[in-house]
């Protein structure tokens, strides 16, 4: 559950609103990505019109990143159904001699279920680091991101490492520090082993106009129907989607305290809560700290 909400209308009056959003396992990831986010960044230093834009950037987040969940359960339950409906004989049926009869064509709703993931993943991740200033657009919005660190992260994009270092030294260079440190490092990191994987993923989805779509594989075993999901990249379809989300919920988290970090005073500091230490119920997994003095 999520809220409240005030919605005024001048005929109505004022209305409170809760919603409930996603089901137990969505109430970790917004739990993390919402509530832990907000507590913390209240020990950073940011002026009230800050405070305001980062609010409403972090829910802009928020919300894409709802998008992207509610792609990947649409995509469990399409195989849940498929599987469901080919057992029952309603969907993909053997005939005499090996033949597959197809009642349902399964390929065209698994597509748009995987390419609504991987695009909404994508816009995700430009609301979490920003894209790069469009002239002819006349305004800029600030991300999460760049309103904690004042700079705007969008060379985490580029394509090529030596563009990435380059304006990554920029950044250091006008913030130093470890906090800014441990940053980068995670940009660098995450470059490395998924977030350029997805642009491409994405990129492909929607600018290649040879990009073959996933195709099923049916088998006749007798009476029955041996089915064969897709891989993408050598790894089971459903697999795949939930490393990237993963990922996704991780990288969100992690960097936006990390930026976060970056505006707390000199004797704070945001560090991992021990396994064995972390409440169940308020499912944190990070905490402020005062430093020892030195």
Same mark, same amino acid.
């Given at each position: 559950?999520?809220?409240?909400?005030?919605?005024?209308?001048?005929?109505?009056?004022?209305?409170?609103?809760?919603?409930?959003?996603?089901?137990?396992?969505?109430?970790?990831?917004?739990?993390?990505?919402?509530?832990?986010?907000?507590?913390?960044?209240?020990?950073?230093?940011?002026?009230?019109?800050?405070?305001?834009?980062?609010?409403?950037?972090?829910?802009?987040?928020?919300?894409?990143?709802?998008?992207?969940?509610?792609?990947?359960?649409?995509?469990?339950?399409?195989?849940?159904?498929?599987?469901?409906?080919?057992?029952?004989?309603?969907?993909?049926?053997?005939?005499?001699?090996?033949?597959?009869?197809?009642?349902?064509?399964?390929?065209?709703?698994?597509? /748009?279920?995987?390419? &609504?993931?991987?695009?909404? @993943? !994508? $816009? =995700?991740?430009?609301? #979490?680091? %920003?894209? /790069?200033?469009?002239? &002819?657009?006349?305004?800029? @919005? !600030? $991300? =999460?991101?760049?309103? #904690?660190? %004042?700079?705007?992260?969008?060379?985490?994009?580029?394509?090529?490492?030596? $563009?990435?270092?380059?304006?990554?030294?920029?950044?250091?260079?006008?913030?130093?520090?470890?906090?800014?440190?441990?940053?980068?490092?995670?940009?660098?990191?995450?470059?490395?082993?998924?977030?350029?994987?997805?642009?491409?993923?994405?990129?492909?989805?929607?600018?290649?106009?040879?990009?073959?779509?996933?195709?099923?594989?049916?088998?006749?075993?007798?009476?029955?129907?041996?089915?064969?999901?897709?891989?993408?990249?050598?790894?089971?379809?459903?697999?795949?989607?939930?490393?990237?989300?993963?990922?996704?919920?991780?990288?969100?988290?992690?960097?936006?305290?990390?930026?976060?970090?970056?505006?707390?005073?000199?004797?704070?500091?945001?560090?991992?809560?021990?396994?064995?230490?972390?409440?169940?119920?308020?499912?944190?997994?990070?905490?402020?700290?005062?430093?020892?003095?030195?």
């Amino acid at each position: 559950m999520i809220g409240p909400e005030l919605l005024d209308n001048p005929a109505l009056g004022t209305t409170m609103i809760f919603k409930t959003l996603g089901d137990a396992e969505d109430g970790v990831w917004m739990f993390r990505t919402m509530h832990q986010i907000s507590q913390l960044s209240q020990a950073a230093a940011l002026s009230s019109s800050d405070r305001a834009e980062f609010d409403a950037a972090h829910k802009l987040l928020f919300e894409c990143m709802r998008q992207s969940n509610d792609a990947r359960h649409e995509l469990w339950r399409l195989i849940e159904q498929h599987v469901k409906d080919i057992s029952e004989g309603n969907a993909v049926v053997a005939g005499s001699r090996g033949v597959i009869s197809v009642l349902q064509d399964f390929e065209p709703p698994l597509n /748009r279920a995987v390419n &609504s993931f991987f695009a909404s @993943s !994508r $816009t =995700a991740l430009y609301h #979490l680091f %920003g894209q /790069r200033d469009d002239p &002819s657009s006349g305004s800029h @919005s !600030r $991300t =999460a991101a760049e309103i #904690l660190t %004042g700079d705007n992260l969008s060379f985490v994009h580029a394509k090529k490492d030596t $563009t990435f270092e380059a304006e990554a030294k920029k950044f250091l260079d006008k913030h130093p520090g470890q906090p800014s440190a441990h940053l980068i490092d995670i940009l660098r990191s995450d470059r490395t082993s998924w977030t350029l994987g997805l642009q491409e993923i994405r990129d492909k989805i929607i600018h290649d106009t040879t990009h073959e779509p996933l195709r099923m594989l049916y088998q006749a075993r007798g009476q029955k129907v041996a089915i064969g999901f897709p891989r993408l990249n050598g790894v089971e379809l459903l697999d795949f989607v939930e490393m990237f989300w993963n990922n996704l919920v991780d990288a969100t988290e992690e960097i936006i305290l990390a930026c976060i970090a970056i505006r707390l005073p000199a004797f704070m500091a945001i560090v991992p809560i021990p396994e064995g230490r972390r409440d169940q119920e308020l499912p944190y997994r990070w905490q402020a700290v005062i430093l020892p003095n030195p």
